[in-house]
């Protein structure tokens, strides 16, 4: 397990580092502004999608060990399409998305989703490199285009950013095929369509409904911002938020593993075990990132992001406590997601909601996007702590197994079957 997780931190390493390459070349030609306008289109592609992840994403990899290939293939593909069309029209007649950008937030949307489908049979697998490959690709794809468009055809514009996550998300895509083909040769199973859209359906809507609640703890201080203080000082907010969960994508990477283990095993004190040794792994390899983040001097995120971005130090400090609570809270979440039991997480989810609304409607109008950040280290401390509550009830595990501890990553070291 453990060269499989580091493989997939490098791979989400990579694809981080050349996602704030991207960040750094759309602020430097762009501005703030712009860079809130493209914080907006992303946000929309990301609450379609959690739409779209009832058939997709999480409650996919949990069906797929369960289900023959061939159904789930079409029925999930068939409602990620049909999910993506409504919904973006939706957004349109309620005024959400201006006329101009339709067409394009649709094909973003359907491709994205597309995508997110193909990966999630790759998890399903257990194909936990095959779903590294299509993460990289599609970030060389996006920085490529992008560079292409900025310093060879001169085309530097909004129009021209959303045209490179468009062809991001197409060539891995139908790359995807290469993979999935062999799939559709495997054993029949004896469950109809029907059964598996039910079940889809029940399972995903659970899942997507802590992670639409998760977008709210994650996401609703961009809307407060905006309506408060404009998209100048939402592109800040934005960048900054993007270099603390930089390092999330340590605990992402874990989590991933964990997940993908979780859903193809059925024994308890295994899957407690996966998951007690992710949490320390999470926690340690996430907690020195947090210290270089807050060593690097004001002047450094002023010269990389430009001078508007001068705010990001004291923003980051804000945030610093949130991501390392969110080392723990993510991959608590996955275990009770793996056993299928969303309940769980869609409490804590809703708990976290109530302390997101509640923060960030007193502290951004006091403190600015120094209040942003501190509603929003809050909302992780409260879910961290009760999600931790329910693991311990529910797995039996002791305070001294939860608590960070070197050895247990010695004995990860050491013990191959991990």
């Known amino acids: 397990m453990l060269l499989k997780v580091l493989g997939t931190i490098f791979s989400k390493i990579f694809t981080t580092g050349i996602g704030f390459v991207v960040v750094i070349l759309t602020t ?3 501005g703030s502004a712009a860079r809130g306008d493209i914080a907006l289109m ?3 592609i990301s609450i379609i999608g959690l739409f779209q992840g009832v058939f997709n994403g999480s409650s996919l990899i949990y069906l797929t060990p369960r289900h023959s290939f061939t159904p789930l293939f079409f029925i999930s593909n068939f409602y990620t399409i049909l999910i993506g069309i409504v919904l973006t029209y939706i957004l349109w007649a309620v005024q959400l998305v201006e006329i101009h950008q339709l067409d394009l937030l649709l094909l973003l949307i359907l491709f994205q989703g597309l995508l997110t489908t193909s990966q999630s049979f790759m998890l399903g697998k257990e194909k936990i490199v095959i779903f590294n490959y299509l993460e990289i690709i599609k970030t060389l794809v996006l920085i490529s285009c992008l560079l292409l468009f900025f310093y060879v055809y001169n085309k530097i514009s909004l129009y021209a950013v959303f045209i490179a996550y468009l062809i991001s998300y197409i060539v891995p895509f139908i790359m995807s095929f290469y993979w999935l083909f062999p799939f559709f040769k495997g054993k029949k199973g004896n469950a109809k369509p029907n059964t598996i859209m039910i079940e ?7 899942i997507q409904l802590t992670n639409f609640s998760q977008m709210i703890n994650y996401r609703f201080s961009f809307f407060l911002i905006e309506k408060l203080k404009g998209k100048s000082e939402l592109g800040v907010f934005s960048v900054a938020l993007s270099l603390a969960e930089a ?9 991933t593993f964990q997940y993908s283990k979780l859903v193809n095993s059925n024994d308890k004190n ?6 007690l040794i992710s949490l320390h792994l ?3 390899a996430t907690l020195p990132l947090i210290f270089i983040l807050l060593l690097l001097p004001n002047s450094f995120y002023s010269l990389v992001f430009g001078k508007e971005f001068h705010s990001l130090k004291i923003i980051l400090y804000a945030l610093s406590f949130g991501v390392l609570e969110l080392s723990y809270f993510t991959i608590i979440n996955h275990y009770f997601t793996g056993l299928g039991k969303n309940k769980i997480n869609i409490i804590g989810s809703i708990i ?4 997101t ?19 929003t280290t809050i909302t992780y401390l409260i879910m961290m702590i009760y999600l931790l509550y329910k693991f311990k009830t529910e797995s039996g595990a002791l305070v001294r197994e939860i608590i960070p501890s070197l050895k247990t990553i010695k004995k990860v070291l050491i013990d191959r079957s991990f």
């Open 282 to 284: 999470s926690f340690f």
């Open 247 to 255: 390092i999330w994508i340590v605990c992402k990477s874990i989590s």
């Open 357 to 375: 609304i509640i923060g960030c409607y007193i502290l951004i109008p006091i403190l600015g996007l120094l209040g942003a950040g501190i509603a």
């Open 28 to 30: 430097n030609e762009l």
């Open 270 to 275: 295994e899957q407690k075990r996966i998951t």
């Open 42 to 44: 992303l946000l929309n």
């Open 352 to 355: 976290g909601n109530i302390a």
């Open 200 to 206: 889809s359906f029940k399972y995903g809507i659970q």
